[in-house]
C-alpha cells in the first residue's frame, strides 16, 4: 500500500476508510474487530471518524472492537473531526444544530473522542465544518493545549475554503496536515474554487469524502452519462468495477488525493485497492470530467 507523508513522523495509507456509516453495518464488536483486521491486512491503516457519527455513537462503537485487541492500536492512525453540534439526547436541551470551535468545546470533544475510542492520543483532530463565529485565536489555544498534553498530534481542517484555512493556518506556529474535503467526478467544486490549488500550494496531503456521491453514482440517473463513460473504462483496465475507476481519477491528480472509503462490505473496500493499479492516461482522467461535466474543455 502507498502511504503519504504528512510529517516527519507520521504517514496515512493512500487509502483511508471512513466510519461514518458505523452504526448502521449492526456488527457485533468481534465482527467489527474482524473488518478493522481485514483493513489493516489491505495494508489501510489510517481511519477516519467524526465525534458527531452515528448520533455519537461511532468512536465507541469502534474504540469497543479495538479494546477486544488494543495491540492493533500501534499499527493504525486515528483522524477524527469536532466542532458541529446536534440536537437530541447527546445535548439535551439544545434547540437547533450548530457550529461549535470554541476552546473548550474542542477541548472536550476531544478528550471525549480520546474515551470513547479507548485510546492515548488522536494523530489528527480536523475542524469539521468552517465555523461563521470561528475565532482563530481561541482554536489555536485549543490545539495547543491537546499538543502539548500529548492527546493529539497533528491538526488540520474538513470542508474549508482557501481562506477559512490561511485564517486559522495565520494563528498555528506548525502546519495544518489536512483538508478534508468532497471530491470526485460528481463534486467537481474544489477542484474551481482554489481549494484543492491551496493544499497542493502548501504540498498538503488531501482527504477525499464521498468519492462516489454517497453510493448515488450507482443509481441516480443524471449520473447515466459518467457511469457508461466509466463503464467503459473500467472495461479497458479489466477493472472490477466503477468504483475501482473513480477511485483511480482522484489517485491520479497530483494534489496526493487520499480517497476516503465508507462501506462496511470489505470486497467494496478491495476496489479502492486495486484502484492503485490502475494508470489512467490523461485522456482518460479528461474522459472522465467531460462525462461528468456534459461539455468538452473550452
Known amino acids: 500500500m502507498q502511504r503519504i507523508t504528512l510529517t516527519e513522523d507520521l504517514s496515512f495509507s493512500r487509502i483511508v476508510h471512513g466510519m461514518w456509516r458505523l452504526a448502521e453495518w449492526n456488527m457485533s464488536a468481534q465482527e467489527r474487530l474482524t473488518f478493522i483486521e481485514s483493513c489493516i491486512e489491505l495494508g489501510i491503516t489510517t481511519f477516519d471518524h467524526a465525534d458527531i457519527y452515528g448520533g455519537y455513537t461511532c468512536e465507541g462503537l469502534f474504540g469497543e472492537a479495538l479494546r477486544l485487541k488494543p495491540e492493533l492500536r500501534d499499527q493504525i492512525e486515528i483522524v477524527t473531526k469536532t466542532g458541529i453540534k446536534l440536537t437530541g439526547d447527546f445535548n439535551p436541551g439544545q434547540t437547533i444544530n450548530h457550529y461549535d470551535t470554541t476552546k473548550a468545546h474542542i477541548i472536550a470533544q476531544a478528550e471525549r473522542s480520546l474515551s470513547e475510542l479507548g485510546i492515548d492520543h488522536i494523530d489528527t483532530l480536523l475542524i469539521h465544518r468552517p465555523d461563521p463565529l470561528m475565532d482563530p485565536d481561541d482554536i489555536a489555544e485549543a490545539f495547543n493545549a491537546l499538543h502539548d498534553s500529548g492527546k493529539v498530534r497533528t491538526f488540520g481542517v474538513s470542508n474549508h475554503l482557501p481562506s477559512q484555512q490561511r485564517l486559522l493556518q495565520s494563528r498555528l506556529p506548525y502546519k495544518l496536515v489536512t483538508n478534508q474535503l468532497e471530491l470526485s467526478p460528481m463534486q467537481l467544486k474544489h477542484f474551481e474554487d482554489g481549494a484543492v490549488d ?101
Open 198 to 298: 491551496l493544499c497542493h500550494e502548501e504540498r498538503m496531503p488531501l482527504m477525499a469524502w464521498s468519492p462516489l456521491a454517497g453510493g448515488r453514482l450507482f443509481s441516480d440517473d443524471s449520473y447515466a452519462p459518467l457511469r457508461d463513460k466509466l463503464k467503459e473504462i473500467a472495461e479497458r483496465h479489466g477493472a472490477h468495477g466503477i468504483d475501482v475507476v473513480v477511485y483511480a481519477w482522484l489517485l491520479k491528480h497530483p494534489a496526493r488525493i487520499m480517497p476516503i472509503i465508507g462501506s462496511g462490505k470489505i470486497d467494496r473496500v478491495e476496489r479502492g485497492v486495486e484502484a492503485l493499479e490502475v494508470e489512467l492516461t490523461r485522456e482518460e482522467w479528461f474522459e472522465i470530467l467531460k462525462a461528468a461535466r456534459g461539455r468538452d474543455v473550452d
